[in-house]
């Protein structure tokens, strides 16, 4: 999502205006598309820009609504993941002269010749840095059965030491079916 910064960069320093980040559905056409590889479906939130010396300092918060896979029942779940923004972006260029302006430091965010600011690599930062090492569907998930595969969740059971699976399978249709006769 590219914002046009110009127009703050033109104001004194220490304006800022705030913006809106979200976007929802994310698709592979949207703005925030970049942010589908790690599973964001949709983002809310927005940030503050200010204009200060180097550039435009951003700070924000948003939500990113992610596409997780289970660490123990390999379902796929969606979890609200909240991040918090905060970056300095350097200008290049003076926005008024056109002059070239001080080598930002390494490693800094600069803001090209176009004056627009792309946060979704911001985002997708910040929402990396929150996503949970393993993440888990529901608190208590009970996980696939170590035995015989089935989702635990779904159907809670144990298994004899000297039965397995098939055996009390075939055991229920037995009852059935002597119930039936
Ligand atoms: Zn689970
Ligand atoms: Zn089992």
């Not at 910064?5 to 592979?28: F, H, N, W």
């Not at 660490?71 to 993941?81: Q, T």
């Not at 990396?128 to 779904?154: H, M, S």
Request: aromatic fraction near 4%.
């Amino acid at each position: 999502m590219k914002i046009s910064v110009a127009p703050l960069m033109k104001q004194p320093y220490g304006v800022s205006e705030t913006y809106d980040l979200g976007e929802s559905p994310i698709t592979p056409r949207s703005e925030h598309a970049a942010l589908l590889e790690i599973g964001v479906r949709a983002v809310e939130g927005d940030a503050l820009f200010t204009h200060t010396n180097p550039g435009i300092l951003v700070q924000g918060t948003v939500r990113a609504d992610v596409e997780l896979e289970c660490g123990r029942c390999l379902d796929r779940f969606i979890a609200r993941v909240p991040a918090r923004l905060e970056e300095q972006y350097y200008a290049s260029i003076d926005v008024v002269s056109g002059a070239v302006l001080a080598e930002p430091p390494r490693d800094a965010r600069v803001i090209g010749h176009d004056f627009l600011l792309d946060v979704t690599p911001l985002v997708r930062e910040h929402v990396l840095l929150e996503l949970p090492l393993k993440p888990l569907c529901r608190e208590n998930c009970a996980g696939i059965c170590p035995t015989c595969g089935v989702d635990q969740n779904e159907r809670a059971h144990r298994h004899d030491e000297v039965e397995d699976e098939r055996w009390s399978q075939l055991r229920t249709l037995l009852a059935d079916f002597d119930k039936k006769k």
